[in-house]
């Protein structure tokens, strides 16, 4: 473990040594994003001075208390709200609406309840125009690997909350998404269930190294699963640390018994006691 966990901002310095070539481009870069919203009282803003490089390939988490903007976030990189104030990029050119090859993972599973489960996965498809046979091996496939094989042709109602959102995060992979966006997905599951999620997960992505980013209001959670913690504060909403996760992958339940994660824990609580949003002690 790095041996300052608070060494981290929103941006690191880019540094181009003499005569080298300069970096590549952020997978997604984030400048000064703001959003607000119009009321009769005037505009709320809920976002504001969002600076924030994703690096490709990366497990990103965004930690915050209830009302800091996180999901607004989120649905703002996903195309699902409009950007009042500063630029998204992805790959340095200017990202409007949804960026391409992205999968999204609600908080609720928003399942078809009248459609099959295989048919609530292939529906990305048909959003896309694509032919459902030629997805339907793949769909499959990935119901098998979240432990659905069996219930391809149960209905949605029939299955518990935990088994609804494995198919909804079969949904969000059947075309092999690049960057997936993770609204608290397990927010509403019991613990159990949570644990086995964050697992199967971490795998997945051990296995695809596809971008991710995750909001979450856990802290073991976000630690658990990422390569790096965005914390964020509310009134409005921002960025207040970035901190690198610097712990080995694979990684497994019994790690967060080890000191190295329990001194993660303990900076990000101190962090957010420092901003009243938690009480320490």
Not at 79 to 89: A, F, K, Q, V
Not at 153 to 162: D, K, T, Y
């Amino acid at each position: 473990m790095r041996t300052a966990l608070a060494m981290k901002t929103t941006e690191p310095a880019a540094a181009v040594a003499a005569g080298a070539s300069p970096p590549a481009p952020a997978y997604l870069s984030l400048d000064g994003v703001g959003k607000a919203y119009g009321s009769r009282h005037g505009a709320v803003q809920a976002l504001a001075g969002i600076g924030l490089e994703v690096r490709e390939g990366e497990f990103l988490s965004i930690l915050g208390p209830s009302g800091c903007g996180k999901s607004t976030l989120l649905k703002c990189i996903g195309g699902l709200e409009d950007i009042t104030g500063g630029s998204l990029r992805l790959r340095g050119r200017p990202l409007s609406g949804p960026p391409p090859k992205a999968g999204m993972v609600f908080q609720r599973d928003v399942l078809l309840d009248w459609r099959t489960v295989l048919d609530n996965v292939l529906i990305t498809a048909e959003f896309l125009r694509l032919r459902r046979e030629d997805l339907k091996p793949r769909a499959l496939q990935l119901l098998q690997r979240f432990g659905l094989s069996g219930f391809e042709n149960r209905h949605p109602w029939e299955l518990s909350g935990g088994m609804r959102q494995r198919a909804s995060i079969c949904r969000a992979l059947l075309c092999d998404p690049e960057l997936l966006l993770m609204d608290e997905p397990f927010g509403a599951l019991d613990a159990m269930t949570r644990d086995d999620l964050n697992l199967e997960l971490a795998r997945i992505w051990q296995d695809t190294r596809k971008t991710v980013i995750f909001v979450t209001h856990g802290i073991s959670e976000a630690i658990f699963l990422s390569d790096r913690v965005v914390m964020m504060d509310r009134n409005p909403g921002r960025i207040v640390e970035v901190l690198d996760i610097d712990l080995p992958r694979p990684r497994h339940l019994a790690l967060r018994e080890t000191p190295e994660f329990g001194r993660y824990v303990a900076h990000i609580r101190h962090l957010f006691a420092g901003l009243g949003i938690l009480k320490e002690g």
